[in-house]
T-cell receptor, first 110, second 114 residues
């Protein structure tokens, strides 16, 4: 079945350092979404990418969609303690279902 | 809108008992998803409804799990009989129909089966 692989599983950084998480799919994706889940919370939508090679920015967050639409990345510049949480990439299935990657758990040491 | 509403927020039950989780999606949303989250397996899609019809239930673990959506404003996930390995956080999410539509999650139900 369709799978979305995400690496790394965990990332520990010092506040101020950069952070990147990568997402790979075995099949071409129609779109990719990114969600963030704070500890004890629920996933919250961050952004959607649709076009091949698309790059979007939200303040310190930069999202990229690969040319082949099989991979994506999220980069955070100069992490802050408020960035703590798990970041999920989500592949859009052909039936409209949403397939979550395992997520990358980010911890930030002040 | 109050967002996706799930009940109960917490449930503790004994092995063998029936458990029913409830979800009220956001009004106007045509798609509804049930997810299960554990440390070991992450966020697993259990079932996906579109316009109240189950489209993909391949993630439902076994016959002990069943889900219904009798109308556009209500869905249930039932486990009968429950087992300790069913302990997890169960999320319901809804979205407008269409590829790439943003999904809104409920607060989740933390289920503990002892």
């Amino acid at each position: 079945g369709q799978q979305v692989m995400q690496i790394p599983q965990y990332q520990h950084v010092q506040e101020g350092e950069d952070f990147t998480t990568y997402c790979n799919s075995s099949t071409t994706l129609s779109n990719i979404q990114w969600y963030k889940q704070r500890p004890g919370g629920h996933p919250v939508f961050l952004i959607q990418l649709v076009k091949s090679g698309e790059v979007k920015k939200q303040k310190r967050l930069t999202f990229q969609f690969g040319e082949a639409k099989k991979n994506s990345s999220l980069h955070i510049t100069a992490t802050q303690t408020t960035d703590v949480g798990t970041y999920f990439c989500v592949g859009g299935g052909s039936q409209g279902n949403l397939i979550f990657g395992k997520g990358t758990k980010l911890s930030v040491k002040p | 809108d109050a967002g996706v509403i799930q009940s109960p927020r917490h449930e503790v039950t004994e092995m063998g008992q029936e458990v029913t989780l409830r979800c009220k999606p956001i009004s106007g949303h045509n798609s509804l998803f049930w997810y299960r989250q554990t440390m070991m397996r992450g966020l697993e899609l259990l079932i996906y409804f579109n316009n109240n019809v189950p489209i993909d239930d391949s993630g439902m673990p076994e016959d002990r799990f069943s889900a219904k959506m009798p109308n556009a404003s209500f869905s249930t996930l039932k486990i009968q009989p429950s087992e300790p390995r069913d302990s997890a956080v169960y999320f319901c999410a809804s979205s407008r129909t269409g590829l790439g539509a943003e999904a809104f999650f409920g607060q989740g139900t933390r289920l503990t089966v002892v």
